[in-house]
């Protein structure tokens, strides 16, 4: 469930708890999973096929990071809203995670994100969530 929501740099406003989605062919080198992979986590630019629904974790620089395989680049964004509460679902710890608004750059819009959809699995998961 979406608890809060905010505006601003989620990296810049001492969040510990980061969650993003990645593709299931495993090409995370642009949109914000490229920024993350080129900051903090290298090896996410190019991990290879993921299945949908998969929950990657990593800590970096204090922040714990949970990449989520929730679409396709060539397959778009099958069932948005329960791959993505399934997603959140799986996501370790009792501990709010923030996330950013999935399928709102321009790789989400352009393969088929439906930013409704998505905000309803969110709203739909048993994780408390921080919008950004």
């Known amino acids: 469930m979406i608890i809060k ?7 810049n406003n001492n969040e510990t708890r980061i969650a993003f989605a990645v593709n299931t062919e495993g090409v995370n080198d642009s949109g914000f999973a490229g920024m993350i992979s080129r900051m903090f986590w290298p090896e996410l630019a190019t991990i290879g096929e993921t299945k949908l629904g998969t929950v990657l974790t990593t800590k970096s620089h204090g922040i714990e990071f949970f990449a989520l ?7 778009g964004w099958g069932n948005q809203k329960e791959v993505i509460q399934k997603c959140f679902d799986a996501i370790p710890g009792d501990e709010p995670v923030a996330s950013i608004a999935i399928g709102t750059g321009m790789i989400g819009r352009l393969s088929g994100a439906r930013f409704d959809l998505i905000k309803a699995g969110m709203e739909a998961s048993k994780k408390e969530i921080i919008l950004y």
Not at 69 to 75: G, K, M, N, Q
């Open 69 to 75: 395989c929730c679409h396709s680049l060539h397959e």
């Open 5 to 11: 929501e905010k505006r601003g740099d989620i990296l």
